[in-house]
């Protein structure tokens, strides 16, 4: 497999649970957030959240920042478009080209 299709792999199982899914929606509206607050937001055990936390990183798809024990998650939207221009280059029908009509001379 190559790397292209490697990415994109790991970014459709990143996303391709609902919980990880509603944490990145949260994280991108709130542009930078608390793992701390994440907890308070989903019926999770912390370390459960903490390992979503994990995934999302590892895609690319968040960035984190370390404050002391604590870390600050927001999206990465330059790889959040990456990968939609990937995704749909990897799909994109070939133009078919028309074809060319003899002239009768």
């Known amino acids: 497999m190559d790397k292209a299709s490697e990415r994109l792999v790991r970014v ?6 609902s919980t990880r899914l509603d944490l990145l929606r949260r994280i991108a509206a709130a542009g930078e957030i608390c793992c701390k607050d ?8 912390q370390a459960t959240v903490s390992h979503h936390l994990k995934i999302l ?3 690319g798809l968040v960035s984190v920042r370390r404050e002391g024990q604590h ?6 939207g ?13 799909f994109a029908q070939p133009r078919k080209s028309k074809p ?3 002239s009768r001379t």
């Open 12 to 17: 459709a199982k990143a996303l391709g649970d």
């Open 38 to 45: 994440l907890v308070t937001l989903f019926p999770v055990s």
């Open 57 to 59: 990183t590892e895609a």
């Open 71 to 76: 870390g600050w998650y927001s999206l990465r």
């Open 78 to 90: 330059d790889a959040v478009g990456a990968h939609a221009a990937l995704l749909g280059r990897t």
């Open 100 to 102: 060319h009509r003899r």
